[in-house]
Structure formats: structure tokens, C-alpha cells
């Protein structure tokens, strides 16, 4: 699967929703830390509605979301408040979130809004207890290195986390979240993925981003030429980014050619359903015969599209049935699958029979409760009339490996108001000249190659590992590059697979650590042992001498001498040659209580002495 | 100034920006970029393009079933219904009952509806005069054929408003006060459910004045809560309005929308007349007492016909406080003491202090609520002069405010 893209005229963008390592949230004063949700210490639910704008009408995402009224649930806990249960007015903007957003923007060039506006953009999907997003755009117009436009930058709080199905947990809700977005200039999968691996780099240059999965979420937006706008959604890993652009493209040449073959066939959706209930009375097919209701569309001219594959495990059937969804149902059934799932040969014709299909259509059916099953084939009439014309412009989720599914329609522009409960923020041009830019991580990986002699590749997981701190600090105290970054990215990421709890154990002991083996006081070989001390929390100095106490030179020859007398044979017979295999004997007893190079030293000087 | 809606575009960060103009504040003027967003610019870097565009009206037509029970809506100005324009931002307030119907699609499998919009003011601008309105347009929907009332208001003052009616109205049918805690422009908001239930319970047996608000933060059940003893205990949940000793008189089950009523609840008395009694002293005060009050507070209300005092504990005040009391009943001012715990019932007679508010003239307030208490002796002092009366008046239960007995909480 590889295409031309210019020659389809792909455009990408993408947007960069990054969650901010403030101490307070961005409309309350709790803290942005995630809990387990065995630990909530609260439940409540709510009913969500769209309300009506000033044209009668209600947001079309909104009305999609709204066709199964039901309870949201969410879990609070002893880190949330009144604000995140949406029963109190929010706090004024969080002005350290504010700051950082503001950073970003500087690094990219951009021209800070002169008065900042929070909104509340419509969503009802549960993710808010409000019913709408409080977000806030802060900066206009950058540009990175390579040339590609930033569009904008906005503020926006976290939404809460959903647990299963209605269920939603209220930690995360709330967390400030820096939206970047950038025009659609990306004309290669490969293109995006730099460019949000450099916005990436250039987040966590300030240091005061949250990290690990899920804290840092794309959306990607894609076109073809003769495609449409389509807005995939929660990309959470960037070695992903390229398929997903990829696959998208895929889907819409395919999308389009069904469109070419629906047309060239004259095909055509019926007006009507039918009632095929009857028809599945004595079917082997459990869920059709538990079903109280089954409903049947006849898609003329449809045969052999519905199941054509329009992604990796995505066929037009799957699109359907992701608008039947949203009625409630588990999902639909359609001739170019059948027979199969315990529907028989037989069944099959009747039901052909039953609609007036004939070999150049497609029968889809639905079962669930009648309600749902009518509210369903609307929805699987209103898809199969969209392949009419290719590609429909659409919101989708990523699902695992790149390819995605419908969620819901691109919403539309006019679905924000203003949140009046939050007072406008104006950024002076004194304050935003004022932001002091923070190293780039890649500008500081070259500093530490030139500065201190590191090897380009350590210097690039050094800068991006959360010890790079601890790092400068011990080079500053004249502990070796290699020796620090060694021990902070390898030895301790080592200690950490076999158990060891390396959140425990101290910078400062560490960083100690580190300069007491550079003056020789404490064995290179001791390293881990007393890392693994530090993690149980145990003393550095309590450590050290439990793990390592200090050897003296004259405690190493006299374990050295015992070695030889008891091989003294071994040793006239190997003569020099004795010293490697003794050398293993001697690091064993002393478990680098002693520096290899002083056992070394000795071994060879006694060793001299008996030959 | 421009007219909100104005068609502009904004040399903005080295781009010409097509916006909608929204307003000015504090000396910028806040655009709507057609992202949605609103920012606020110099109002020099705007130029127009075209005039605000006609707000056109809403198409959807509402159909009112003539089957159903007859309910009348009465706006003060409290919102439990709006309308957001997402072109300019503006969240508009609707009062009418199409409106207020097309905003709740619901209401109209309830009831037929017709609405009288007899204020739009913030609730804490509520006035006496206000209340006289009010109670005698309930009357009047009563006379005409309202089998039930809903009264939309303010949520800061509505519990005064309730219990004042109550009082003014001595009504054979439901009438229902309700508000929303959470704004109505937001999808979460409380007003639908809360609009629904007190639609429900004005469609009941009741035949009170009652409040019907969310009984706790989840969208599960309203309760509703008799006028004379409900008072708002939270500034910002949904849950705010609480019956203050006694439980509610019923509940509203959602999304169902089945009613149960209390034994204590009172009923329904069809082919009864409702009976307006509607005139109130206005020249009546609410004080609460707290330590180190300077006397001189009393004093203040000189001349006055009434006052209630909220005092701590059984009802009690400074020993300075008793003798400018004192000259308040002297000069033939009504003063009723009520407690600031707000649960329990007043006691004069334990302590040394309250037996000298007592011979000071101090009227017991029994288990009244200070604020229920005070809009009681606004209406008491209106329909007699007699302070005799008054004070027999004030020691009687009128309309459930206070029990004989107080509820033992189990
Ligand atoms: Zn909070």
C-alpha cells in the first residue's frame, strides 16, 4: 500500500492536545494528579441535553450523541471539588497554565491573543460533567523550523477520564491541556510524523509537561483531493501518526472508487424497510432468534461493496454499523457475509425473497428491541446514501494499528459560547516579552556532546529522560558524562526491571553517590547494590558501608594472598596466567567493595611475587 | 459603537481574520473568529464588511394537547429555559410558554400551558410590591381555570417569595415554586428536571404552596418542599433547597416523573375558591444578632411595626441588645425572636436572658425560620393592627410554618 500523494493532493494537519504539569488545575485549585479509581470516594450521575440555539437548532454531533438519552456516572474522589462535579462556579484561569501555554507559543513565534476569552464548546459525550469544554485561545500564527504554519494555540481543561461505557472518572477532569494546531501543510505520512515529533521535543523542553502514555494525545486531520475532511482522533502514539495518515488515505481512495462503482451501477437505497422478524422464527443464529425485532434495508446495486475492504479489518458493513451504533444496537448483519453466524443458505433467499432483493443487491438487517432497530436502519439508510458520495467529512477514533472508526459527524463551527464565569485574562506585550524561552532539548543534547564529551546518542536519552536534572548537576560536580549518564539512564533503568523501586531513591544520594565513585572512595562495582540499598530507604552512608564498606588497600592484598595460598599450585603451574582467573575469585569476595583496577594492580604484584 | 453581529475582518498577527464583531470591554473589542473563538482586539484593527445579519426566529412550531391538564406558568425573571446564539455568543433567557416549551420538549406530554411574564429582574431585586403581583395573577390563573401553577424564579430569594405567597394565597391547587441552580444555557443543567417535576407536581394531588428543586446532586429524584419550611443551604448545588425541620412533603421521581406525596402533604380541594389575602406591612425588619452588637442597630428600626431577630441559640441576645428591644415594644413595634441554628425551636424560658427578652416583650417564634418568620409578620401586620392579634396571629400555624411538636429527626 503505498500511493502518490501529491498526486491525490493529500493535506494533513494536525492538532496536539499535551497535558500541562501545572500544581493546580486550570479552572479549580485541586491537583492534576491521576488516582486509581478503586480509590474514588464518591459516585453521582447525570442526564446531558443539547440545548437549542437561536436557529431551533441543535448542534449535529450533539443531536447524534443525544439519539440514546442515559445516565453518566463519574466517580469523585478526595483530590476533586464542587468544580469538577459541574456545582460550582469555576475558579478564575489558572495564570501558571496560562504562562506555559504562553512559553509554547513564544517558542513557535506566535502573536499572543491581546485579551484571552474562555468558551465553552459544546460536547456531550459525558467527558464533561458540563456538557461543554471550557477552552481559551491564547496565541495566533507560528511557524516551525521546516516551515509548516502553527495556526493556533488554545487552553483548554482536560476532560474526564471514561472508565467503561457511561462510566467516567473525574481526576483527569479539569487538568490543563495546551491544543496545538497546524495548518494543513503535511503532504506525506512521513511529514507528519517529524512534524509531531518536533512539536513533542519542543513540549518537553519546557520541562513542565506531563509525560507517559495518554498525556499527550494527536489528532490528525486528512484529505484527499476528491475525498473530505476527516478528523481522526487520540492518537496516542507518535510511532503510529504515519500509518494512521496512511490508512486514511487508503480508506478514501477506496470510499471514492465504491462511490465510481455505486454510480456506474445506477444503484440506488431503498425508501422503506421491512419487517423480517418472522422470517428468523426457527434460525440457528442466536442473536436473531432472541431478538424481539428485525428490520431489513434493501441497498440496490450494493452487492459485494458493503463487505469490500476499505482498510485493514474495516469494510463499507463497518462504517454502517458504526452509525446503527448510536441507536443503541450491538451492531448489523448484511448479505455479502451471509450465509454465516448461523444464518443458513436457505434464510438467506427467503429474506432476498422478502425485500424484492435481486443478485445485484445488498440486504441489511438489524435486530434489537424496535425502537432501536428503526432508529438503526435511519441510520445505516443515511450512511449507505453518503457512499453516494465518497468520502463523508467526519470525526473518527483510532482503533489498535492505525485504522479507525466513525464517532461522530466534524462538528460544526457554531457549537461555542462564552463562559461567563470566568473573567477575560489581557497578556500585555511587557509580559509576554518578559516569558523566558527554555532550552530546546535538541539544542541542549549538542551542548552536552560539545561541553562535556558525551556521546551524541546518550546525550539525546539523557535530555530526554526525566534525570537530565540530576545529570547536569553531578557533571557539575565533576562527576564524568559518561559515568552519570551511564548509571542514570542504563543502571537504573536495569535495577528497575528487576523490581527495584528507583522512584525512592533520592537525586541527592544519587548525584553523592555518583562523586564519591569519580574520587575513588566508593567502587564502580558498588553502583547498583547501593542504589538498590537507597531505593529500600536506606542512608547513603548506611548504605555504602553495608553494601560496600570501604575495603583498604592492605584488606584487599591480605584477601588476595589467602586466594593464592589456597591455589598456590594452580599459580606455579599458570604462572601470569593465574591473574584473570583469580582476579574473578578476588571481585567475588570483595562484591566491589574494592576498584577493579586496585585488584588488579595488587593481584598482578602478588601473583609476581610467588612465580 | 458597532452592532453586535457585525460582519468584520481583523489584521490580526500578520492576517486578515474574518470575525463577528460581539462587543467592547474594557476598551477592546471581543470578535468571534469563525473558529468559534472569541478574542479581544484593538478596535482599530477591525474593518467592517457587512451589517449584523436579522436574527431569524425559530421555526418550530409548538402544538399544545387540549386533553391534558390546564398549567400556568408565572415568570419573575428566574431562567429555567434559554436559547444560545452561537453566532454571536448571546445566551437569551426565554419566558414565554412555546418558548419555555420548545427549550423542555417534555412539558408539553405533562400539560397544556399557558404563561404570564410578570417580571424579568434579578431575584434579588425581588419587592413586596412584586409579591402583591404575584400572588394575585396565581389567583387570578386559579379563577380562570389553572388546575396547577408553576412560578419560575430567581433560586437567592425564592424561598422568601414562596413562603410569602403561602401566606397571600390561600390556594386549593398546586403552586409550584422552581428555579435552576445550573444555568439553563448548559447541558447539564438542572432545569430541565427540575421543570419537568414541578410541571409533574403541579399536575398532582398537592394543594400547597411548594418548592420543587433536586433532592440530592445526582438526576434521580426532586423533592418537594412545603413553602413555609424550605430554605436554600448551598450556594452553588443543585441540591441547595432543604426542608428545615420536617421532611419534604413529597418527592418526583426522573426520568419517570411519578409523584408520592406525604401523609403531611396538604391536598388537593377541587371546586374550592382560591382566597387572596394580599396586603403586607412593608415597615417590618430582619436583624440577626451577633456578639459585641451595638445596640444602636436596634435603634435603626425605630418606628418600625415589626422585627424579627435571628438569635443565637434557644433565642437569645445581649443583655444591651434586650433593653434597645425593649424600647423597640415599648413604642409598639411586634418583635419575634427565631434562632440563627435554624433548627430547633426557640425557648425563652431556660435561661436568664431569654426570660428577660421575655419581659422585655419578645414574642417566641417557635420553630420558624428567621426569613419565614419575617415575611409572616410582614403579611400578619398587614391584615390587622391590633398587636394583641398580631402576637396571637404569630404563636398559631398558619400554613405548616411551624409544627406543635417538633419532628424528633427519625
Ligand atoms: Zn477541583
Known amino acids: 500500500m503505498d500511493f502518490d500523494y501529491a498526486a491525490l493532493g493529500l493535506k494533513a494537519g494536525i492538532e496536539i492536545h499535551q497535558q500541562l504539569d501545572t500544581a493546580e488545575k486550570l479552572f479549580c485549585h485541586c491537583p492534576t494528579v491521576l488516582r486509581d479509581v478503586e480509590e474514588h470516594n464518591g459516585e453521582f450521575f447525570r442526564y446531558l441535553r443539547a440545548t437549542v440555539s437561536e436557529m431551533g437548532e441543535i448542534d449535529r454531533a450533539a443531536r447524534e450523541e443525544m439519539m440514546v438519552m442515559r445516565p453518566f456516572s463519574y466517580y469523585a474522589y478526595d483530590t476533586t471539588c464542587l468544580v469538577e462535579n459541574d456545582e460550582e462556579p469555576p475558579a478564575p484561569l489558572n495564570p501558571e497554565a496560562l504562562e506555559l501555554s504562553l512559553t509554547i507559543a513564544k517558542m513557535m513565534g506566535m502573536t499572543p491573543v491581546e485579551q484571552v476569552h474562555v468558551m465553552r464548546k459544546l460536547v456531550i459525550d459525558g467527558s464533561n460533567t458540563s456538557g461543554f469544554q471550557r477552552t481559551g485561545l491564547v496565541a495566533l500564527n507560528g511557524t516551525l523550523p521546516t516551515g509548516e504554519r502553527i495556526e493556533s494555540i488554545c487552553l483548554e481543561e482536560e476532560a474526564a477520564q471514561r472508565i467503561k461505557d457511561q462510566l467516567f472518572s473525574l481526576d483527569r477532569l479539569g487538568i490543563p491541556l495546551a491544543e496545538i494546531t497546524t495548518a494543513p501543510d503535511m503532504h506525506t505520512p512521513e511529514a507528519v510524523k517529524s512534524v509531531a515529533a518536533y512539536i513533542g521535543m519542543l513540549l518537553r523542553s519546557t520541562m513542565q509537561v506531563k509525560r507517559g502514555i495518554g498525556t499527550i494525545r494527536q489528532d490528525v486531520n486528512v484529505s484527499i483531493a476528491e475525498g473530505a475532511r476527516v478528523e481522526i482522533k487520540g492518537v496516542q502514539e507518535l510511532r503510529l501518526i504515519d500509518e494512521v495518515v496512511r490508512r486514511e488515505v487508503q480508506r478514501q481512495v477506496n470510499l471514492v472508487a465504491i462511490k465510481d462503482k455505486l454510480l456506474a451501477r445506477n444503484a440506488s437505497v431503498d425508501e422503506g424497510s421491512h419487517d423480517v422478524t418472522a422470517l428468523f422464527k426457527e434460525t440457528g443464529s442466536s442473536i436473531l432468534k432472541r431478538a424481539k425485532a428485525i428490520h431489513a434495508v434493501c441497498l440496490r446495486g450494493f452487492d459485494g461493496l458493503v463487505g469490500c475492504e476499505i482498510q485493514p479489518g474495516r469494510r463499507l458493513g463497518s462504517e454502517m454499523s458504526d452509525y446503527a451504533r448510536k441507536c443503541g444496537v450491538g451492531g448489523l448483519f448484511h448479505t455479502d457475509e451471509l450465509p454465516a453466524y448461523g444464518v443458513t443458505e436457505d434464510e438467506v433467499a427467503a429474506l432476498r425473497e422478502a425485500v424484492g432483493a435481486g443478485p445485484n443487491d445488498c440486504v441489511v438487517l438489524v435486530a434489537d428491541t424496535k425502537k432501536k432497530v428503526i432508529c438503526a436502519i435511519g441510520q445505516i439508510r443515511r450512511r449507505a446514501e453518503m457512499a453516494f458520495l465518497g468520502v463523508p467529512e467526519e470525526t473518527r477514533k483510532m482503533l489498535e494499528e492505525g485504522s479507525s472508526a466513525y464517532m461522530r459527524p466534524l462538528p460544526g463551527a457554531a457549537r461555542m459560547y462564552p463562559e461567563t464565569d470566568v473573567l477575560p485574562v489581557t497578556v500585555t506585550n511587557a509580559y509576554y516579552d518578559a516569558l523566558v524561552l527554555p532550552e530546546l532539548l535538541t539544542d541542549k543534547a549538542g551542548r552536552y556532546v560539545q561541553e562535556t564529551g558525551l556521546d551524541a546518542s546518550l546525550a539525546r536519552q539523557m535530555v530526554y529522560s526525566r534525570r537530565c536534572g540530576l545529570f547536569e548537576e553531578a557533571v557539575g560536580r565533576g562527576v564524568k558524562s559518561a559515568l552519570a549518564a551511564h548509571t542514570l539512564l542504563g543502571t537504573l533503568k536495569e535495577l528497575s526491571r528487576d523490581g527495584a523501586d528507583i522512584a525512592a531513591v533520592p537525586g541527592e544520594a544519587l548525584i553523592d553517590l555518583l562523586v564519591r565513585v569519580e574520587t575513588g572512595t566508593v567502587a564502580k562495582e558498588a553502583i547498583p547494590p547501593v542504589i538498590r540499598a537507597l531505593s529500600k530507604g536506606v542512608d547513603l552512608g548506611v548504605a555504602i558501608s553495608a553494601v560496600a564498606p570501604s575495603v583498604s588497600r592492605e584488606e584487599v592484598r591480605a584477601i588476595i594472598c589467602a586466594a593464592i595460598a589456597e591455589r598456590e599450585e594452580f599459580v606455579r603451574e599458570q604462572g601470569m596466567r593465574a591473574v584473570g582467573p583469580l582476579m574473578g575469585v578476588v571481585m567475588k569476595e570483595l562484591r566491589g567493595r574494592a576498584d577493579g583496577k586496585v585488584i588488579s594492580e595488587l593481584l598482578k604484584e602478588e601473583v609476581g611475587k610467588v612465580v | ?410
Open chain 2, 1 to 410: 459603537m458597532m452592532e453586535s453581529g457585525t460582519q468584520v475582518t481583523c489584521r490580526y498577527a500578520g492576517t486578515d481574520f474574518d470575525a463577528t464583531y460581539i462587543t467592547d470591554r474594557d476598551g477592546m473589542a471581543v470578535i468571534k473568529l469563525n473558529n468559534g473563538y472569541n478574542i479581544g482586539v484593538d478596535p482599530a484593527c477591525l474593518t467592517v464588511v457587512a451589517p449584523a445579519e436579522a436574527v431569524k426566529g425559530v421555526g418550530m412550531v409548538v402544538k399544545q394537547d387540549t386533553s391534558l391538564p390546564q398549567l400556568s406558568i408565572i415568570s419573575t425573571g428566574g431562567t429555567i429555559a434559554s436559547r444560545v446564539d452561537y453566532r454571536t455568543g448571546a445566551v437569551t433567557s426565554q419566558f414565554t410558554a412555546d418558548d419555555i416549551m420548545r427549550a423542555i420538549p417534555g412539558l408539553a406530554d405533562i400539560a397544556q400551558f399557558r404563561s404570564d411574564v410578570l417580571a424579568t429582574i434579578l431575584s434579588e431585586n425581588m419587592t413586596p410590591a412584586i409579591w402583591q403581583t404575584l400572588a394575585t395573577s396565581i389567583c387570578d390563573e386559579i379563577k380562570n381555570g389553572a388546575e396547577g401553577v408553576m412560578v419560575t424564579h430567581g433560586t437567592d430569594t425564592l424561598a422568601y417569595s414562596a413562603a410569602v405567597i403561602s401566606f397571600m394565597l390561600d390556594t386549593p391547587v398546586p403552586v409550584v415554586f422552581v428555579g435552576s441552580q445550573r444555568s439553563a444555557d448548559r447541558p447539564s443543567s438542572d432545569n430541565v428536571m427540575n421543570g419537568l417535576a414541578s410541571a409533574a407536581a403541579a399536575t398532582s394531588d398537592l394543594g400547597e404552596v411548594a418548592v420543587v428543586m433536586h433532592s440530592s446532586t445526582n438526576d434521580d429524584t426532586c423533592a418537594i418542599h412545603r413553602a413555609t419550611r424550605v430554605r436554600k443551604m448551598h450556594t452553588s448545588r443543585r441540591d441547595a433547597f432543604r426542608s428545615i425541620g420536617m421532611a419534604p412533603v413529597g418527592s418526583v421521581a426522573y426520568p419517570s416523573l411519578d409523584v408520592t406525596l406525604s401523609k403531611d402533604a396538604v391536598r388537593r380541594r377541587p371546586d374550592t375558591e382560591p382566597v387572596l389575602s394580599a396586603r403586607l406591612e412593608e415597615k417590618v425588619g430582619l436583624v440577626t444578632f451577633y456578639p459585641g452588637m451595638n445596640p444602636d442597630v436596634i435603634h435603626a428600626f425605630e418606628g418600625y411595626r415589626g422585627l424579627v431577630v435571628s438569635g443565637t441559640g434557644l433565642g437569645h441576645t445581649s443583655a444591651l441588645v434586650i433593653e434597645a428591644l425593649r424600647s423597640l415594644t415599648d413604642a409598639g413595634t411586634v418583635v419575634v425572636m427565631t434562632s440563627q441554628c435554624l433548627n430547633g425551636r426557640v425557648c425563652d424560658r431556660v435561661y436568664d436572658t431569654g426570660r428577660d427578652l421575655l419581659a422585655a416583650g419578645v414574642l417566641e417564634g417557635e420553630n420558624m425560620l428567621p426569613e419565614v418568620a419575617y415575611v409572616k409578620l410582614m403579611w400578619v401586620l398587614g391584615q390587622t393592627n391590633d398587636t394583641e392579634e398580631a402576637a396571637r396571629l404569630m404563636a398559631t400555624p398558619l400554613r405548616g410554618e411551624f409544627g406543635r411538636c417538633s419532628d424528633n429527626g427519625f
